[in-house]
């Protein structure tokens, strides 16, 4: 199956910076390209998604940049807080039967 | 409530010892799928069902076993578990067709085989 490659494996940030985690695939058939976030004792959770066909979305303090000639997109976290402190997956589809590939996942922490 | 139901959340066994991990969906959902979680390996895909009696495997399917006899229920069985085995479980499902990509996940089932 195609990979994901998702860094870094865990970011240490202080309350109210800015959280960046990337990730970069091979397949160009990939055209969903969504972002989970786990917390702890719980199952990962839909956080924000994006295609292709735009660069930037933005939902409240969340960004994904996407970068379609490099392969890369990433997830922004602007004024982290302490309540974002989660692992976060981000993931493709091609829209084929095997639904997502998932990165390797990024243990997120804001230090109050 | 919408959601993804395993069962059970937590379950210590000893090698061999045949298991079930039930997945219960209430949203009518056409596919299934599940994960393993282990660290520093992200999720893993085991099998995934877009149908009843459709199934396939993922990118780890060896020592599991699963069907989809019902739509809401897709189990996954460990007919010979091994300590290999020991990981976190994750169950979801979602709409299957264009633009449907987005999965819920149960809780999570810690299984330990000793």
């Known amino acids: 199956q195609q990979q994901v490659k998702q860094s870094p494996q865990s970011l240490i940030v202080q309350k109210g910076g800015i959280s960046i985690i990337n990730c970069a695939y091979e397949?160009?058939?990939?055209?969903?390209f969504p972002w989970y976030q786990q917390f702890p004792g719980k199952g990962p959770a839909l956080l924000i998604a994006?295609?292709?066909?735009?660069s930037e979305k933005k939902e409240g303090r969340f960004t994904i940049s996407f970068n379609k000639s490099a392969k890369q997109f990433s997830l922004h976290i602007m004024d982290s807080q302490p309540g974002d402190s989660a692992t976060y997956f981000c993931?493709?589809?091609?829209?084929?039967?095997?639904?997502?590939?998932f990165g390797k996942g990024t243990h997120l922490i804001i230090q109050p | 409530e919408a959601q993804v139901t395993q069962n059970p959340r937590y379950l210590i066994t000893v090698t061999g010892k045949k298991l079930t991990v039930t997945c219960s969906q209430n949203?009518?959902?056409?596919?299934m799928s599940w994960y393993r979680q282990d660290p520093g390996l992200g999720l893993r895909q085991i099998y995934y069902?877009?149908?009843?009696?459709v199934t396939d495997k993922g990118d780890v399917p060896e020592g599991y076993k699963v069907s989809r006899k019902e739509k809401r229920n897709f189990p996954l069985i460990l007919e010979s578990p091994s300590p290999n085995q020991t990981s976190l479980y994750f169950c979801?499902?979602?709409?299957w067709g264009p633009g449907a990509n987005v999965l819920t996940f149960g809780a999570g089932s810690r299984l330990t085989v000793l």
């Open positions: 397949n160009t058939a990939f055209d969903y």
């Open positions: 069902s877009m149908n009843v009696e």
């Open positions: 993931a493709a589809s091609g829209g084929g039967a095997d639904g997502l590939t």
């Open positions: 949203m009518n959902h056409e596919y």
């Open positions: 994006i295609r292709p066909d735009v």
């Open positions: 979801a499902s979602s709409f």
